[in-house]
């Protein structure tokens, strides 16, 4: 009987690779299966003897009964961790924030000197009128005159003989939630707290949109002249969303509101008004306006028989108060800044 030819290394390997090799069977060894058939005749098993079981030592029995132990709990917040760390809360002791942000200012063309003062901030504008027409202002070495017309960029301004950076590339705007009883103003003869007192101290920042002595809520400050003359004027007709807490007859007050009331400077026809239930006759009236009047709201409510206890503006146009603590201000976020762009553009 001829023996079959041995196959290659080669051969052997690209059957594996094809998957037609020949598998051997697994199981016991041909020299396993002789020794077990050599101690089969003398009479000894082939299967181990199982080890005989362990004695229990009062050791091993007193830490089997113990009560199992608490085993440590990873903490999440530790370096390592693939969860995101929690976002750290602010304290309640811990003062409001008074920072802010800053905007890239677009380059404005020629403009009064009384005005290019008064947005460098050394001086109000009403101080500038003053500055000019005391001969207290040159430009390019000249004295300069009531209206004279001037760029900032390229002339050279001074006051009181000290030179003035009329050049701004980027303005400062700021969301602060006025709290109540306090002056919307820079000064105050009375010395009572006003909103500049709870911000950082920019030159030329303004208000946009007063707020009453009482009245809380969202205030915009700005260093950017034009756009808080822009955000307020009433052809722009920017949305500002009140919540007055009232007594009395609520629900019918907002009926009669959407139809529009009469009040001494004209007919307000708000934008919106809802009436929520507080419990006690108290009522929560939000309402949605776009004029701008004087006292606009507390008038209204007056007008509708609506005793007002507390007054919060939640909204001036893009802006929303949201969870902004009482006396803390913060930066515009990028959907504020890209609709008030928008605002900037439409009122040229």
């Given amino acids: 009987m001829t023996k079959p030819p041995k196959k290659t290394a080669a051969e052997k390997k690209g059957e594996y690779r094809r998957g037609t090799q020949k598998k051997t069977p697994k199981g016991p060894s041909a020299r396993g299966a002789a020794a077990r058939a050599a101690n089969e005749k003398r009479g000894v098993p082939s299967v181990a003897k199982p080890k005989p079981p362990r004695e229990r030592s009062v050791r091993d029995a007193e830490s089997r009964d113990a009560a199992p132990r608490d085993k440590p709990v ?61 001969g207290r202002v040159q430009v390019n070495g000249a004295i300069a005159t009531v209206g004279q017309v001037v760029d900032p960029f390229r002339d050279v301004i001074m006051l009181d003989g000290k030179p003035v950076i009329t050049r701004v590339t980027s303005h400062t705007w700021i969301v602060l939630h006025k709290p ?25 920042l303004v208000y946009v949109g007063r707020l009453d002595f009482m009245t ?24 500002r969303t009140y919540v007055a807490t009232v007594r009395g007859d609520a629900v ?89 762009d928008a605002l900037m553009v439409g009122s040229k």
């Fill in 180 to 204: 109540a009883a306090v002056m919307t103003t820079r000064k105050d003869p009375e010395k009572r707290t006003t909103v500049f007192d709870l911000v950082d101290d920019v030159p030329g």
């Fill in 74 to 134: 990873r903490d999440r917040s530790e370096a390592g961790s693939s969860k995101r760390r929690p976002k750290p809360q602010r304290s309640a002791d811990a003062p409001p924030s008074k920072a802010g942000g800053t905007v890239k200012a677009d380059r404005e063309g020629p403009m009064r000197v009384q005005r290019a003062l008064a947005r460098a901030g050394v001086v109000s504008r009403r101080e500038a009128d003053q500055a000019v027409a005391e």
């Fill in 216 to 239: 809380e809520g969202v205030l915009l400050l700005t260093t950017d002249g034009r756009a808080a003359h822009a955000l307020t004027h009433p052809s722009n007709e920017v949305e």
């Fill in 252 to 340: 019918t007050a907002a009926k009669v509101a959407r139809r529009g009331v009469q009040l001494e400077d004209g007919l307000v026809v708000p934008r919106e008004v809802v009436a929520h239930p507080l419990g006690g006759r108290r009522w929560a009236l939000e309402i949605t306006i776009a004029e701008g009047k004087t006292h606009e709201v507390r008038r209204l409510c007056d007008a509708l028989e609506l005793e007002v206890e507390r007054l919060v503006r939640t909204r001036f146009g893009p802006v929303r108060l949201g969870d902004l603590p009482s006396g803390g201000a913060r930066a515009l976020n990028s959907t504020e800044r890209e609709v008030l």
